[in-house]
């Protein structure tokens, strides 16, 4: 009889739940950017849905699974306010990328899915003191010597040896680890978000695989997306917001776009295969299993974030050292050439991550986790987290495009905090899978391409090359004036690649 009851709660489990799939028709167009799927839609549905981006970016929502990944969103338990998927939206693994969620701290719950695989992905800027010229005779070397400073390629080794107890400190510590031990200047920590150190990390929540994984990959770019880029200033929106992040047209700046490598996905995979079981602890009713999650204020829910929080501050580091090789490198080429060849930090922010924050709904002041999973946060003027320097401007929002386009600085607004929790997109957003991308280019001939426009690359290998050309990409310049008209955060310069390193 047991073994009877097992299969047919087996077979229960493989039966798939036909969900209503929402087309173009069900939606209400708010404004020129703003689009939303009532809460009615589907009985499921907590909150209604939103995405955000002008007529041909709504289109092409439809064309993968992301609509209905985020209605499924709209379906966990505590969430307020929308679902919302910013213009760089396209399907991912539960949430969609784009995705951003606040669910209540005291009832809510939280996702691994509404994080993803590589928690704090992010982008650091460096500004340099050079302008274009200075630098143009050494261009190739500097993209050379920053091909070696940054170590890249799938389970690519890093700069820095840890041990298991440096490892553990590292986790709990963050930035200011990395400030101990010489690889950060003070300046680098104050210029990240959250200062380079997410509460609450316990490393005591994460696997021996994942420490297993970490522990060798300390300061390298990994491969996929991730890069280190040498970029010209070309072009400034808001001088004053540009003045305030030292930046000028014809300025030379290196971007730096990674996050926790190995370590941050087998944290999200463990909770991801563990979480299931909360899920049924706690009667939780789900569309799809990839939204697994737990209460916040639950045993798992505390284990999830307390591994989480580890990988954010794994990433954080990550960056961080990277960064100090970037300096090292440009020291190495362009000592006795220039007249200052350091390199100051603008900003880091993260996009795949989870956070407590407080924020108003329905004008109650309210404490939520916010999940940004492809997302940036965008907090306007007068917030106090937010470096002295910054803090009447808003925050530096970074926004790389796809290689050999732009990518744009914006800045965040007070209307962000209004529309979407203090969020905003994190890139381009793919429109094509690696694979498919890989059928339509050669990546010799895109490096060649590349070189004709005057774009310097070094690349791990041709395969990896052709996963991200531009092709494979939404128009950046699109999304970005998406978010400006929207008003989620504002533009302030545009940055053309130079010289680009990928794993």
Same mark, same amino acid.
């Given at each position: 009889?047991?073994?009877?009851?097992? !299969?047919?709660?087996?077979?229960?489990?493989?039966?798939?739940?036909?969900?209503?799939?929402?087309?173009?028709?069900?939606?209400?167009?708010?404004?020129?950017?703003?689009?939303?799927?009532?809460?009615?839609?589907?009985?499921?549905?907590?909150?209604?849905?939103?995405?955000?981006?002008?007529?041909?970016?709504?289109?092409?929502?439809?064309?993968?699974?992301?609509?209905?990944?985020?209605?499924?969103?709209?379906?966990?338990?505590?969430?307020?306010?929308?679902?919302?998927?910013?213009?760089?939206?396209?399907?991912?693994?539960?949430?969609?990328? &784009?995705? /951003?969620?606040?669910?209540?701290?005291?009832?809510?719950?939280?996702?691994?899915?509404?994080?993803?695989?590589?928690?704090?992905?992010?982008?650091?800027?460096?500004?340099? #003191?050079?302008?274009?010229?200075?630098? %143009?005779?050494?261009?190739?070397?500097?993209?050379?010597?920053? *091909?070696?400073?940054?170590?890249?390629?799938?389970?690519?080794?890093?700069?820095?040896?840890?041990?298991?107890?440096?490892?553990?400190?590292?986790?709990?510590?963050? =930035?200011?680890?990395?400030?101990?031990?010489? +690889?950060?200047? !003070?300046?680098?920590?104050?210029?990240?978000?959250?200062?380079?150190? +997410?509460?609450?990390?316990?490393?005591?929540?994460?696997?021996?695989?994942?420490?297993?994984?970490?522990?060798?990959?300390?300061?390298?770019? &990994?491969?996929?997306?991730?890069?280190?880029?040498?970029?010209?200033?070309?072009?400034?929106?808001?001088? $004053?917001?540009?003045? =305030?992040?030292?930046?000028?047209?014809?300025?030379?700046?290196?971007?730096?776009?990674?996050?926790?490598?190995?370590?941050?996905?087998? /944290?999200?995979?463990?909770?991801?295969?563990? +979480?299931?079981? =909360?899920?049924?602890? *706690?009667?939780?009713?789900?569309?799809?299993?990839?939204?697994?999650?737990?209460?916040?204020?639950?045993?798992?829910?505390?284990? @999830?974030?307390?591994?989480?929080?580890?990988?954010?501050? *794994?990433?954080?580091?990550?960056?961080?050292?990277?960064?100090?090789?970037?300096?090292?490198?440009?020291?190495?080429?362009?000592?006795?050439?220039?007249?200052?060849? $350091?390199?100051?930090? /603008? @900003?880091?922010?993260?996009?795949?991550? %989870?956070?407590?924050?407080?924020?108003?709904?329905?004008?109650?002041?309210?404490?939520?986790?916010?999940?940004?999973?492809?997302?940036?946060?965008?907090?306007?003027?007068?917030?106090?987290?937010?470096?002295?320097?910054?803090?009447?401007?808003?925050?530096?929002?970074?926004?790389?495009?796809?290689?050999?386009?732009?990518? *744009?600085?914006?800045?965040?607004?007070?209307?962000?905090?209004?529309?979407?929790?203090?969020?905003?997109?994190?890139?381009?957003?793919?429109?094509?899978?690696?694979?498919?991308?890989?059928?339509?280019? #050669?990546?010799?001939?895109?490096?060649?391409?590349?070189?004709?426009?005057?774009?310097?690359?070094?690349?791990?290998?041709?395969?990896?090359?052709?996963?991200?050309?531009?092709?494979?990409?939404?128009?950046?310049?699109? /999304?970005?004036? =998406?978010? #400006?008209?929207?008003?989620?955060?504002?533009?302030?310069?545009?940055?053309?690649?130079?010289?680009?390193?990928?794993?």
């Amino acid at each position: 009889m047991a073994r009877r009851q097992k !299969q047919r709660q087996r077979q229960r489990r493989r039966q798939k739940v036909t969900l209503r799939v929402a087309q173009p028709h069900d939606f209400r167009r708010v404004d020129e950017y703003i689009w939303e799927l009532s809460q009615s839609f589907r009985d499921d549905m907590r909150v209604p849905a939103r995405l955000f981006g002008d007529k041909e970016l709504f289109d092409a929502a439809f064309r993968d699974r992301t609509v209905m990944q985020l209605a499924n969103a709209a379906t966990l338990p505590g969430i307020v306010g929308y679902a919302m998927a910013m213009p760089d939206f396209h399907q991912g693994y539960g949430f969609p990328i &784009g995705g /951003v969620a606040a669910t209540r701290a005291d009832t809510g719950v939280i996702s691994p899915g509404g994080v993803g695989y590589d928690i704090n992905c992010g982008v650091r800027l460096l500004g340099t #003191h050079l302008e274009r010229e200075e630098v %143009a005779p050494y261009l190739r070397d500097l993209t050379d010597a920053l *091909y070696r400073a940054c170590p890249s390629g799938v389970g690519g080794k890093g700069r820095v040896r840890v041990s298991e107890r440096e490892l553990n400190e590292l986790l709990t510590q963050g =930035a200011r680890w990395a400030l101990k031990k010489g +690889l950060a200047r !003070q300046e680098d920590v104050t210029r990240t978000e959250e200062r380079g150190c +997410l509460d609450g990390a316990d490393p005591g929540k994460v696997s021996a695989r994942a420490k297993e994984r970490g522990r060798p990959q300390v300061g390298s770019l &990994g491969a996929g997306n991730h890069f280190v880029e040498i970029d010209v200033v070309d072009a400034l929106y808001d001088p $004053d917001a540009a003045d =305030a992040f030292g930046l000028w047209e014809g300025q030379v700046v290196v971007q730096i776009h990674c996050g926790s490598r190995g370590f941050g996905h087998q /944290v999200c995979d463990n909770y991801v295969k563990g +979480l299931q079981s =909360a899920v049924r602890k *706690y009667g939780i009713k789900l569309p799809d299993r990839e939204l697994v999650c737990a209460p916040i204020d639950s045993p798992e829910g505390r284990d @999830y974030y307390g591994a989480m929080a580890c990988a954010v501050n *794994y990433a954080f580091v990550n960056r961080q050292v990277l960064a100090m090789g970037a300096r090292e490198a440009f020291e190495q080429v362009l000592a006795g050439k220039v007249k200052n060849f $350091d390199l100051f930090q /603008v @900003y880091d922010v993260c996009h795949n991550i %989870a956070k407590f924050e407080e924020h108003d709904v329905d004008g109650q002041r309210m404490r939520l986790c916010v999940h940004r999973k492809g997302a940036t946060r965008a907090f306007g003027p007068g917030y106090a987290g937010l470096p002295a320097a910054y803090r009447d401007v808003g925050q530096p929002v970074l926004v790389p495009g796809s290689m050999g386009t732009a990518s *744009y600085v914006l800045v965040g607004t007070q209307k962000a905090l209004e529309l979407t929790f203090g969020s905003t997109c994190h890139g381009a957003g793919r429109t094509m899978s690696r694979s498919k991308a890989r059928k339509q280019v #050669h990546g010799t001939e895109l490096k060649t391409e590349l070189e004709r426009q005057g774009i310097i690359v070094r690349a791990g290998s041709n395969r990896g090359l052709a996963e991200e050309a531009p092709l494979a990409y939404k128009d950046v310049s699109r /999304v970005v004036e =998406a978010v #400006h008209g929207l008003g989620i955060a504002r533009k302030v310069a545009r940055l053309r690649p130079l010289g680009v390193i990928k794993g």
